[in-house]
């Protein structure tokens, strides 16, 4: 029972940790597009 209660911990913290890694790369994404957008408008204003 206590075994099976500290396997649960473990997996939370492991998806808890895995979630993290996602939204990380989903931020770091998102910046280097709106550093593209960016650098294209200095670049070439319309």
Same mark, same amino acid.
């Given at each position: 029972h206590n !075994?099976?209660?500290? $396997?649960? !911990?473990? $997996?939370?913290?492991?998806s808890d940790f895995l979630e993290w890694i996602i939204i990380l790369l989903i931020s770091v994404e998102i910046l280097i597009s709106l550093y593209n957008i960016v650098r294209e408008q200095t670049i070439a204003p319309s």
């Open positions: !075994i099976r209660f500290l $396997q649960e !911990i473990l $997996q939370n913290r492991k």
